[in-house]
């Protein structure tokens, strides 16, 4: 019982002391967390083709008073013999086309499938004389001779001629903006087929399109016909008659810009100054340069933790974010905390979304209309989803040093909300 009393005695002196020595002392109350999840998702369409477009001649064919302009002619002047179209891409995606062979009822020329090869396996861009990459078909629509309509399959014209002995085409490739040129070049005159008629012929105006790739694979190896099957009303267009534009109109409803997203770098701060970046000056070096060009976040990461006025850091997603895909997190948050967040454009050189502007604690809701697509002015941009120099083809950028600005209307980019979706519950 001694014991007891002693301890109880101790205890309330202790306590007693205790109170002396903070009566004065005004107490704080514990801090109020409430808990949020902020989710980033990706909703840009998967379009089948990065870029697609539509080439032509400047020849002139004149017969029976007729004329017909905008061929590819088979003369020996290089102002009418050959046509030339640039495009952008990085390494696994592949060029396609499909133009007229002008002297015929419905034969087509076609690049070979699953499209032209731009690099080699090394990674290097593909250059020079690439004239057997080129196929010759029969559309199967109408007969060879008397030009009736028939209802065949597409076959291959190979057995009739080897389609390089009429065409030449010569790539060119300009590594700073990673843009392919392609030469096409009319070299049918005075050729025959294998069974003796003449091969001698024009070029109508064709189709091209670069193909997207998401997750390493082409969206679309086969854009404008499968062998042995039957050819589509735009196809049979092209080939019965030289116009592109149907053709062209379907494929351009599926070209566009895509990306990945990569993890969401989340901040909790006070104060006026956004830890994340400032716009109108240069990358601090604290971690941005390898969000934007890589989606790295751990060197901003760890910037952020020592940083005066963040509170928390989390990190949104540990693996890029495809369309239709998503990432959240929780947050711990109080009365007064401000929210920050960057995360990288993944088919890019060096930009990044993140909220253009303050954006406090307390908010709820869509928060996609306060998000903005910036560039980070640390690498050379090259078109989207189309640079050998981006991450994802496993390039690193040309180095740069500009202040951080929003994205312009260089290259066709989607809308923002087009793109992403931002919102904190």
Known sequence: MRFNLFSAAVLFSALFVSCKKDENKPM????NKAESTITFENVVKPMKYVQSGTFHGEGVFREGGKEIKNLIL?????????????????????????????????????????????????GNPRTGDISSDVSLWDNGTKNDMSGAQEDKTITSLKARTMPQNLMKLF??????????????????????????????????????????????????EKPFFEAQKKSSKE?????????????????????????????????????????????????????????????????????????????EVYIAG??????????????????????AYAFMFGYSNDWFYANSDPILSTSKGDLTNKTALFDSGTGVDQFPGAGNKQAL?????????????????????????????????
Request: proline share 8%; hydrophobic share 35%.
């Open 318 to 339: 540990n693996a890029p974010i495809a369309p239709n895909g998503k990432a959240m997190t929780k947050i711990k948050k109080s009365q007064g905390d401000k929210i």
């Open 235 to 311: 196809l049979t267009l092209l080939a019965q008659t030289g116009d592109p534009n149907p053709l062209y109109q379907k494929v351009k409803k599926e070209t566009g810009i895509i990306t990945g997203l990569s993890p969401a770098v989340v901040v909790l701060y006070t104060g006026d100054k956004n830890p994340l970046y400032e716009m109108g000056k240069k990358d601090a070096g604290l971690g941005l340069k390898e969000l934007s060009q890589k989606g790295d976040f751990s060197k901003l990461q760890a910037s952020l933790k020592g940083m005066k006025g963040v509170k």
């Open 28 to 31: 704080t109350p514990p801090e």
């Open 171 to 220: 790539l060119s490739y300009e590594p700073i903006s990673s843009r392919f040129t392609l030469k096409i070049t009319n070299t049918s005159k005075d050729k025959m087929s294998t069974d003796g008629m003449s091969l001698t012929t024009p070029f109508a105006p064709g189709v091209w399109v670069v193909s997207n790739v998401l997750g390493g694979k082409l969206l679309d």
């Open 393 to 425: 083809f496993g390039g690193t950028p040309d180095k740069e040093e500009k202040p951080i600005t929003k994205v312009g209307t260089t290259f066709p980019v989607p809308a923002t909300g087009q793109v992403v979706k931002v919102t904190l519950q």
């Open 74 to 122: 088979p003369s020996d002047d290089p102002k009418t013999n050959s046509a030339s179209f640039s495009f952008y891409a990085g390494k696994g995606q592949r060029l396609m086309f499909a133009m007229m062979f002008g002297a015929s009822k419905d034969w087509f020329f076609a690049s070979v499938q699953p499209g032209i090869e731009l690099y080699d396996a090394q």
